[in-house]
């Protein structure tokens, strides 16, 4: 067995207050933390060795980008080993797609070969996924999404369906497909 997609939390928590979040805000439970560059290379050092001729290197949370520096350290040092190695590395990333800034946009466009953002529909569909302060996410979500296109960086949308939203879902799916 060859490790092909290794996921990487390097930010144990998150700024939305997700009414559904499975991870509890992030940190599953735990207290909400950002991963060390020592952990992130003594986690590479361990475990790109196991990987086949390709491995996807997936950055996860929590929200990821609220690690932004380790994020942009960790595809420098990653490439550098898989380079060592002769292993083909591609990155990938699972975003809500918040805080997504210019600096991002130009990593994410150089590197990122994955992009995932988070939206779960429409304002009404959306509605679970707030600010702590109860403030909706969905306009700002929409306007980061709308920079990624203006950027011509590919994406996917994730959605979460839950009993409360599956009313909405075929809406949903228009609105994602669209």
């Known amino acids: 067995d060859m490790l092909y997609n290794l996921y990487l939390v390097i930010a144990q928590e998150c700024n939305l207050s997700c009414t559904y979040c499975y991870a509890a805000g992030g940190g599953f439970g735990q207290p909400e933390i950002h991963m060390s560059e020592a952990t992130m290379r003594r986690g590479l050092e361990r475990l790109l060795p196991l990987a086949g001729e390709r491995l996807t290197l ?24 898989a380079g060592e190695s002769g292993r083909e590395l591609s990155f990938a990333l699972t975003t809500n797609g918040t805080l997504l800034d210019d600096e991002m946009l130009d990593v994410i466009k150089a590197h990122i070969a994955h992009l995932s953002v988070s939206l779960d529909g429409g304002p009404a569909a959306n509605a679970g996924r707030t600010f702590p302060d109860g403030t909706p996410a969905f306009g700002r979500i929409a306007e980061n999404i709308e920079r990624l296109r203006q950027a011509q960086i590919p994406f996917g949308l994730r959605a979460t369906v839950t009993p409360g939203t599956v009313a909405h879902a075929l809406e949903t799916a228009e609105l994602l497909a669209g």
């Open 58 to 81: 997936s950055f996860f949370g929590g929200e990821p980008l609220l690690n932004f520096p380790l994020l942009r350290e960790t595809i420098g040092y990653a490439s550098r080993l």
